[in-house]
Every structure is written in structure tokens, then in C-alpha cells.
């Protein structure tokens, strides 16, 4: 090694002894006659002083030549910084080594991205260097995050019993969910591979040959439109198991929520984790994977608005529509009245028409624009309803159900950040599950699957696959993490004549069936147990472990929200060459 120690080791321990370091210049400071210069590696920063006596005068000539991101070889002695300026914000603060000797490794041009700048830059120019950008002790930071717990799920699952094993990332195009990215075969010209998904039906294909406890670090591709969270290429935890229910399943998370919890955050979370159905997440909180570091319940006020005179509240719930509200505690001292149109103008994003609202006053009625429709005694079934306290906020929405949950969601997110309801650092972990099996598609008159056509449906619910299949709700079940979606998975169905059925529903015919999935069909028909799994997203986990914005930050190469590159300049244009090589001709 070029070095002896890095250059987040060294302590007073080290004094009197010479070491090697090795680094980038993140700083250096000329207070004439030497130079102080900060030496960052990813382990630290120790301050190498070239000062005279210890440092020969030509090597102190040398030093003045010295900017930042410079590479550098430092040999010296470990001292005590002078009394009043050691810097206990540094791990290495007390000590400084005095350079006896030194070698620039490599120069640096003046760098666009500044590691250890105040100010970041736009991402653009970040993503376009993002060697320099991954300097950043953040970001390298963040990288190590992702590393440790990349290795603590490996850990856990291995002592769990679980076997590792890699499934092919050049697979066959089963179009049941987004697109697929394709790759031509040269060998078989006008063929293509797709790149998985994910390893789905590879992983119930290997249930079948009797590994009944799976697991993968896998790399997954989706060729869909990309948000903060979102990219085109992710890597997940892949479990699947045999011989398992839903609770199963579920305890294995549990157990790996509550040791990287303890782990990397120092957080108790007592297990079993929170679990609510689907038709209760959305009946109280309007999402399905709803944030419960807060309240701002959704109540139900259907019954009440009727009985009011106010024509959109009895309009809605005569034609079968909702009335739900929430309370937003203390809310006036946020939103005045230019705050309230601010709110409503928002919800018009989310297809609602307007906000009907109450301020619960200091002699604890309510009162507002909309009041004057309601009788005294009815604001007070509403003020005891809603629990209003004076100087509450209560906001409604009135439209059919769906709608209803789309916007009282947006306006519990946004009021929750908005009024700061939730603490820096705070976690909450808990299950969504029975989700519905299908979801009726009214563009095209058909049903399609809400998870994918693999889900077994609940025992009790199998008879309304031939005679109601919306009321069919599925053995499925997703981790929710701070009001995002960690992880979802599955029981899946192990009976070829099931399979079969959910097939049928989702317009899928028999032959269709066999060109797509033969293979697994096939197998199912020799022997296979009762299995389930789940995947959990590895850059979300990170990117909540870690509280960052953007899913971008905890990946080391990203894509942009255009799917590009900005570094390598990929996607790019290829040969002629190799398009006929491929037996491809591009039309655009």
C-alpha cells in the first residue's frame, strides 16, 4: 500500500510515530512561510502541515503549488495540535501530521463540483461529473448506508435459511406490466430477450424444483415514465419461500425491518409491525400506502351532510357519493384565509371542483362561508364528529370515493409537511394487505390484475372469481415505510386450474397463455407447493434510511427523469455495423 493509515484514523495515540497518508486536497490555507492542507479520503480528513523545521524548504516551494483535488502522498510525523486549536468537529481533530515529504500523485483541473462546496449545483452538472459529485463525504455517506444494508439483508436472510441464487437477467418478454426493455439476438435474428422485471416467474420456477427458501439482490428494469422516486433500472431484495402463508412472509420482513432499524437509525420498533387492510387504509386515509407518522385521519360525514341544506353536500350523497373530511388540529394559525385559497386552488390538480371548509371558533361552533346551510344543532353532530377544538381547520371533499381519497390524501401530504407534523429522523413502518385482485379497466371493458396474474386470491373470496371478481380480494401485502411503498408481494397461486380461471378473467386465452408463460405453467402441473414471496426496493430503503428527497442521491450512476445518462452520454446511437449485424433497421 501506498499508505500506512487513512486519513480518518490517526489520534493522539499516533504521536511521535511517521505514517503515509494518501488523499485529494480539500482545502489548504497559506499563512505564510507553510501551508495547511486538509487530506479527505473516504475515511476522513487529516490536516498535513508543511511548516518549517520539519518540512525540507524545497518541499514547502512544492507545497504552494498544491489546489484542490489534488492527489497527494504525504509522509510526516503525528503531533499534537498547539494548544487552542485542536477541532473537535474532526475525528482526527487533536493531531496534524507534519510533512516531512511529499509526492503529488495526479493534478486536477478546477472542478466543477466543489466535494466539500457549501452550496451544491444543479444536478444536471452533478449527474455530468458525478465522479466529483460522488467525492461528496454525503454522498459518500449515503453509498456506505446502501453497502451496509445491502449486507444486513444478505445476513439476515442466510441465517433465515434462505439459499442465494442468480436468475437470468436475459429472459423472454411476458408483457403483463410495464414495458420491457428488449434486446435484439444477433444469434436469432428477429428475436429479442427482454430484461426482467423481475425475476418472477424464475423464482416460482425454482419453488417448483424444491429451493423453498430464495433469495437475490437482484437488478430489475421497467421501461416506464421516471418520477423522484422512480427509475428505469432498480435493484431489490427478491424472496420467495414454500410451504408459507401471508403471516410467513410478513415475519421474515418483520424481523429485517426491526434489525436495520436498531442497526443504522439505533430505533427499538417492536414487531409484529402495524398491519390494516386495504379497504381501511383507504376508508382512513385515502392511499394505500398511507404515512402514519401523523394524524389528519379522513372521517366519514356522508350521513350528516344529507341531512344539511347545503346543495353539493346533498347532491353527493343523494347520488351515492361521499362526504369525508379531515381535521386539521390548530390549523388557523397556518392557513388564514389566503391560505384556504391557496388549499383550494391545490385540490383542483386532484380533479376536485373546490373546498368546502369549517373554523371551529373560540366559543367552540363552527363557523365559515358554508355554515349558514347548517343548523345549529347540525355543526354540532359535525364540531362532535370531527373532535374540532377552537382554532381547528376542518376540510372536506364531496364527490364519489375514489375521488375523494385522491384528494384528501394530496391534502393531508401536503399540510403535513406544510405545518411540519413530523419529526426529523422519525420512522414508521407497517403492512397494507387484502388488496383487491382486480381492478375493472374501463377503457378497455376489461379486468386486469391490481399485482400481477400470478396472485392467489383469499380462500373465502375464490367463489367470486366466477361470480363477482371485484369483490375478490388477493393474498397480497406491501410494506409501507413514512407513506411509501418499501416492498410487495404475494401468495401465488400453486393450481393450474386457478391459474387458469384468473387467466380467463383477465382476457388471457389459452394459447396466449402457453406462448407467454408455458414454462411456467408446465411446472405447476409437477408438483408445485404452496409458495409466496416479496421483493423490497433497496434504493427506496436507502433512500428513507438515509432521509433524502430523491431516489437519484442513493445510486451511484442514475438515469435523469429522461432515462439518460449524463455522464457516459447513454443512451447513445451505434453503427451500422452492428445494426446489421443484429438484423435491425431503426425508423425514426
Do not use: C, P
Given at each position: 500500500m501506498l499508505r500506512t493509515h487513512t486519513c480518518g484514523e490517526l489520534s493522539e495515540q499516533q504521536c511521535g510515530q511517521s505514517v503515509t497518508l494518501c488523499g485529494w486536497v480539500d482545502s489548504y490555507r497559506d499563512h505564510?512561510?507553510?501551508?495547511?492542507?486538509?487530506?479527505?479520503d473516504r475515511y476522513g480528513v487529516t490536516q498535513v502541515v508543511f511548516n518549517p523545521p520539519d518540512t525540507p524548504v524545497d518541499a514547502i516551494e512544492a507545497s504552494k503549488g498544491l489546489r484542490s483535488e489534488f492527489v497527494i502522498?504525504?509522509?510526516?510525523?503525528?503531533?499534537?495540535r498547539p494548544e487552542g486549536m485542536a477541532n473537535p468537529k474532526l475525528a482526527t481533530g487533536a493531531i496534524e501530521v507534519r510533512v516531512t515529504e511529499f509526492q503529488i500523485l495526479n493534478k486536477s483541473l478546477v472542478p466543477p463540483v466543489v466535494p466539500n462546496g457549501q452550496e451544491l449545483p444543479g444536478e444536471d452538472l452533478r449527474l455530468k461529473h458525478r465522479y466529483l459529485d460522488l467525492r461528496r463525504p454525503a454522498m459518500?455517506?449515503?453509498?456506505?448506508?446502501?453497502?451496509?444494508?445491502?449486507?444486513t439483508m444478505r445476513d439476515h436472510c442466510t441465517q433465515q435459511g434462505f439459499v442465494d441464487i442468480e436468475t437470468p437477467v436475459l429472459g423472454r418478454s411476458t408483457p403483463e406490466g410495464a414495458r420491457d426493455y428488449l434486446v435484439p439476438s444477433r444469434v436469432n435474428q428477429g428475436t429479442f430477450y427482454a430484461l426482467p422485471q423481475s425475476p418472477q416467474l424464475y423464482k416460482q420456477i425454482l419453488m417448483v424444483a424444491g429451493f423453498d427458501r430464495y433469495m437475490q439482490v437482484a437488478r430489475c428494469f421497467r421501461d416506464e415514465d421516471l418520477r423522484a422516486d422512480r427509475q428505469p433500472e432498480f435493484t431489490q431484495l427478491d424472496l420467495e419461500m414454500s410451504f408459507v402463508d401471508s403471516d410467513d412472509v410478513i415475519?421474515?420482513?418483520?424481523?429485517?425491518?426491526?434489525?436495520?432499524?436498531?442497526?443504522?437509525?439505533?430505533?427499538d420498533v417492536p414487531t409484529p409491525l402495524p398491519r390494516m387492510t386495504y379497504d381501511e387504509a383507504m376508508e382512513r386515509f385515502g392511499h394505500d400506502a398511507p404515512d402514519l407518522r401523523f394524524g389528519l385521519e379522513i372521517i366519514e360525514c356522508t350521513d350528516l351532510a344529507a341531512k344539511s341544506d347545503f346543495g353539493v353536500f346533498k347532491n353527493v350523497a343523494k347520488s351515492g357519493g361521499r362526504v369525508r373530511?379531515?381535521?386539521?388540529?390548530?390549523?388557523?394559525?397556518?392557513?388564514?384565509?389566503?391560505?384556504?385559497?391557496?388549499?383550494?386552488?391545490?385540490?383542483?390538480?386532484?380533479?376536485?371542483?373546490?373546498?368546502?371548509?369549517?373554523?371551529?371558533?373560540?366559543d367552540g361552533k363552527l363557523g365559515g362561508s358554508i355554515a349558514k346551510f347548517f343548523s345549529e344543532?347540525?355543526?354540532a353532530e359535525f364540531g362532535g364528529r370531527m373532535a374540532a377544538e377552537p382554532g381547528d381547520l376542518i376540510l372536506f371533499s364531496a364527490d364519489q370515493f375514489a375521488a375523494t381519497c385522491r384528494v384528501l390524501h394530496a391534502l393531508r401530504t401536503k399540510i403535513a409537511r406544510e405545518m411540519k407534523l413530523t419529526k426529523p429522523g422519525e420512522m414508521h413502518f407497517s403492512w397494507v394487505e387484502e388488496f383487491p385482485m382486480f381492478d375493472f379497466d374501463e377503457d378497455e371493458q376489461r379486468w386486469q390484475a391490481?399485482?400481477?396474474p400470478f396472485t392467489a386470491p383469499l380462500e373465502r373470496d375464490l367463489a367470486h372469481l366466477e361470480d363477482d371478481p371485484g369483490k375478490c380480494r388477493a393474498q397480497a401485502y406491501d410494506l409501507v415505510i413514512n407513506g411509501s411503498e418499501a416492498g410487495g408481494g404475494t401468495i401465488r397461486i400453486h393450481d393450474a386450474e386457478i391459474q387458469q380461471k384468473v387467466f380467463s378473467l383477465l382476457g388471457i386465452d389459452e394459447a396466449t397463455a402457453k406462448e407467454r408463460f408455458g414454462f411456467l405453467l408446465d411446472a405447476l402441473q409437477y408438483g408445485a407447493p404452496p409458495h409466496g414471496g416479496?421483493?423490497?426496493?433497496?434504493?427506496?430503503?436507502v433512500m428513507l434510511f438515509g432521509e433524502l428527497e430523491n431516489i437519484r442521491d442513493c445510486i451511484a450512476f442514475p438515469k435523469t427523469q429522461k432515462a439518460t445518462d449524463l455522464m457516459t452520454e447513454a443512451p447513445g446511437t451505434v453503427d451500422a455495423k452492428q445494426l446489421k449485424e443484429l438484423g435491425v433497421k431503426i425508423d425514426a
Open positions: 505564510g512561510g507553510g501551508l495547511f492542507v486538509d487530506l479527505r502522498k504525504a509522509v510526516g510525523n503525528v503531533a499534537e459518500q455517506r449515503i453509498m456506505m448506508l446502501r453497502a451496509r444494508m445491502i449486507k415475519g421474515v420482513i418483520d424481523g429485517l425491518v426491526a434489525r436495520l432499524a436498531k442497526e443504522e437509525l439505533g430505533l373530511a379531515i381535521n386539521v388540529k390548530n390549523g388557523l394559525s397556518q392557513y388564514s384565509r389566503r391560505g384556504i385559497d391557496a388549499l383550494t386552488e391545490f385540490v383542483k390538480e386532484f380533479g376536485a371542483k373546490g373546498l368546502a371548509w369549517f373554523r371551529a371558533e373560540e344543532e347540525l355543526l391490481m399485482h400481477h416479496i421483493a423490497l426496493g433497496i434504493d427506496r430503503w
